[in-house]
Structures are given as C-alpha cells and as structure tokens.
T-cell receptor, first 112, second 111 residues
Framework: DTGVSQNPRHKITKRGQNVTFRCDPISEHNRLYWYRQTLGQGPEFLTYFQNEAQLEKSRLLSDRFSAERPKGSFSTLEIQRTEQGDSAMYLC??????????FGNGTRLTVT | EDQVTQSPEALRLQEGESSSLNCSYTVSGLRGLFWYRQDPGKGPEFLFTLYSAGEEKEKERLKATLTKKESFLHITAPKPEDSATYLCAVGAQGGSEKLVFGKGTKLTVNP
C-alpha cells in the first residue's frame, strides 16, 4: 500500500491556460474521488468514479472542468481557461467498496 | 441541504490538558460520520467512522462519540504531535457518494 499519489504537487499557471492533474489511487481501490480545498475551508466534493464510470458530479464542477478515469486506474482532472478563483488544493481520494476514503497530498494550483 | 459546523475554529492547549472538539451536523439520513486529521500541506488522514447514535471509537489519545445531532472528538492528555486541523464530514443516505466536510478545528498543543 503505497498510498494515493498526486502529481504535480504544485502548479503555477497564468489565467486562461489549461492545466491537468494526475491521481494514482491505491491499487485495487475501485472508487476514486476528487475534492477541492481552499484556505481555511474543508474539502468540497467535485466528482466520483466507480471503476471507469463517472457516476456523480457536483454542481461546483463547471463546464471548464473535466475528469477521466480510463480503464479504471489513474485519473486526470483538467481545468480549461483557468481563472483566479480556481486557485486551490485539489485532492484525490480512493476507497475499496464502502471503506473510508484515503486521500493523497493534493496538487496546489495557483492561478496568476 | 446537508451541513456540518465545527467548533471551536481554533483551540490552544497545554500538553496534558484534555479537551473536546464539537461537530454539529444536519443530514437527510446519516450514512456515516467521519473524522480526519490534516497536517499543513498534506491531505486528510482518516481517523474514525461512526454510523449510529451512541457509538464510540477510540485510538490512542482520541475518542469519538456520536449523537443524533453532533459528534465529539475527545483528546485526552494531548501531546505536541497531536497539533493538526481536525475535520469532520458526513455522508448521507440516498445514493450520493459525496462527503460534506466542516471547516475544521485547528488544534495547537504547546509543550
């Protein structure tokens, strides 16, 4: 069990650019989640995959955000045309069945 | 709408000074209440899951309890390494997989 891995750890981008983050879940975990956390707040749910199927999306997830989980393994979260309000920590979590979520250490995005 | 409120926002304790953190929640059918610990720059680390009123879980100096409206995280004789932000989250019945988190309580334990 090597834990949930997220890359990159930090990303600085200019407003209007596209960014993509990667999450590698714990092996054999069939459920994968994306959350967003801003300073002083708790994590906010963005989306959920069971295997390769995206089964739930938050209303927070605007059309500029897209997530994929090809073949039910790693996942990517892409943000198009970034805005300053997108600056946050993006957290990935995984679980097997109904076991508790295991979080990665996140990707911190700064949009200048 | 499901909601979680944690208090206090911040708490400073001396080493060995026991205290409790509060998590009040409203949810349309509780699937589970979760406690996490988060260190600066890290992701949340799972501590406990509670499913029904009256349930209690313990781990080292931490004990979590649950009623129908709130949960408490009791810290007994804390040490400086217990300093962290403690997050509470609820999952609701009805098919949604999302957890709703509170803003957390930032705990500082001074030696």
């Amino acid at each position: 069990d090597t834990g949930v891995s997220q890359n990159p750890r930090h990303k600085i981008t200019k407003r209007g650019q596209n960014v993509t983050f990667r999450c590698d879940p714990i092996s054999e975990h069939n459920r994968l989640y994306w959350y967003r956390q801003t300073l002083g707040q708790g994590p906010e749910f963005l989306t959920y995959f069971q295997n390769e199927a995206q089964l739930e999306k938050s209303r927070l997830l605007s059309d500029r955000f897209s997530a994929e989980r090809p073949k039910g393994s790693f996942s990517t979260l892409e943000i198009q045309r970034t805005e300053q309000g997108d600056s946050a920590m993006y957290l990935c979590a995984s679980s097997r069945g109904y076991s508790p979520l295991h979080f990665g250490n996140g990707t911190r995005l700064t949009v200048t | 709408e499901d909601q979680v409120t944690q208090s206090p926002e911040a708490l400073r304790l001396q080493e060995g000074e026991s205290s409790s953190l509060n998590c009040s929640y409203t949810v349309s059918g509780l699937r589970g209440l979760f406690w996490y610990r988060q260190d600066p720059g890290k992701g949340p680390e799972f501590l406990f899951t509670l499913y029904s009123a009256g349930e209690e879980k313990e781990k080292e100096r931490l004990k979590a309890t649950l009623t129908k409206k709130e949960s408490f995280l009791h810290i007994t004789a804390p040490k400086p390494e217990d300093s962290a932000t403690y997050l509470c989250a609820v999952g609701a019945q009805g098919g949604s997989e999302k957890l709703v988190f509170g803003k957390g309580t930032k705990l500082t334990v001074n030696p």
